[in-house]
């Protein structure tokens, strides 16, 4: 395992918990620590590698939701739904508890440890070069997962890695206010759109605050020493709410930059190295899921592996599904991405957001894009005779194709089956976590959606009712099931 992050420990604490001998090589983080804001949707990924309990005993600061400054002058409360509570905090710490929980998990961790080759042999194994406390040192793996972030040992080394959109800088810094912020919601993320870029402040306790500015620089004459803070505070004064939220506050320190920019790696999966997290692909930040996007890709990799040792005949169905899982993941995000960017370039007419709104991204296909899908007619038409038929009276369509792809079931990769009808050419299993093929097997045989809903939550894993009707409805639109006549 390389890197030490989120990712690099997600999959590390995966595979050592499934009794699997890890060694995980990281070093110290260069630079000051960025804060992290984690959404309570984090809470299912914290949850399935196992490291919930410990995030939540860590003290971080809870948070209830966002305050938005974004494509308007006006303020809005965002709070998370069913009033759920994030996650704020710097990512040095959630670093340290996710370490330890690998090394408790049995994962053998050295910390100090620069990876400088990792060189595929004849006999199917990699053999790691590293030097570790000034000493080079070697050893040789069955499978690698290189987790090393945007620094992208394998995916700049080997596996390429494609720029995807302009550039993007982030300019950070800290701030005091004591005895508090003195905020209407304290513990949210603020994030505010404005001509030259956006910003957002995360709080790190009580009395600090994390402030960042994200620009081109391209567009921005920046450079470092001086210059840098004279850019940060300039484009601080371009805001509006994030600008009124630092006045009366002290500045700590200097302000400092890394490089935002989005990108992706050309091939995740080859022979038994698995890039994941950071390391495959990056997407700006502004949809706060990065820390989520990271972990849920390392899991999968970790997954991905231990189906491998388990049974060897499934590698290349397994490496398939893993490769078009992190295509997909970067897809989702960045449908979210284009819906903001497109809302901030009608309010902030200018080069950075007309440069995003028209950028050139590489093209994937992703997983089914829900809010499409609420749109689309046929599956709007289909949701509204589900809800006003007297009953349900559905059947499954005739000659209705099916075809086995990889899929995660548990802790392992299997081959299963799953849908082919033209609206999901590649195939469809699961939507929002429904188990299509389970619910298409059953809906014929109830009469009404509340008996169907208790059927499915005792045939599979239990779902939100929400979530079943809009699958239900999906499948009625789309060419699996079909109404009685």
Known sequence: MLGGGPAGTTAARTLAHLGHEVVLLTRPAPGPPLAESLTPSCARVLARVGVLEAINRAGFVRSSGHTVRWGTDAERVEPFADGGFGWQLVRSDL??????????????????????????????????????????????????????????????????????????????????????????????THVESYPGGWAWSVPLSRTRRQVTVMLDPSRTDVARGNRLRLTYKEELARTTMIRAMTERTRFLGSPWARDASSYETAAPAHGRVLVAGDAASFVDPLSSYGVKKAMASAWLAAIVVHSVLVDPAIEAAAQLLFATRERAMVAGL?????????????????????????????????????????????VRAAFELIRTKPTLELREVSNLQRETRPVVTGDRVVLADHFIVPAFPAGIRYLRSVDLIVLTGLAPSYRDVATLFDAYNRSAAPVPIEDL????????????LEFAA
């Open 95 to 188: 670093d340290r508890v996710l370490l330890r929980e690998a090394k408790v998990a049995g994962a053998l961790i050295h910390r100090h440890a620069s990876v400088r080759a990792v060189v595929e042999q004849a006999n199917g194994m990699s053999r790691i070069s590293y030097e570790e406390r000034g000493r080079m040192r070697q050893m040789d793996a069955r499978w690698v997962i290189d987790c090393t972030g945007r620094s992208g040992l394998m995916s700049r080394a080997g596996s390429g890695r494609v720029v995807a959109g302009p550039r993007t800088m982030a300019i950070v810094g800290t701030w005091e206010r004591r005895p508090h912020w003195h905020l209407a919601h304290e513990s949210h």
């Open 334 to 378: 960045r449908r979210q991405l284009e819906a903001l960017t497109r809302d901030a370039a009608a309010a902030h007419p200018s080069g950075f957001w007309d440069n995003r709104a028209t950028s050139d991204a590489v093209s994937t296909d992703g997983d089914p894009d829900i809010a499409a899908l609420r749109a689309d007619p046929s």
């Open 469 to 480: 009707l809009g699958a239900l409805a999906v499948l009625a639109g789309k060419g699996v």
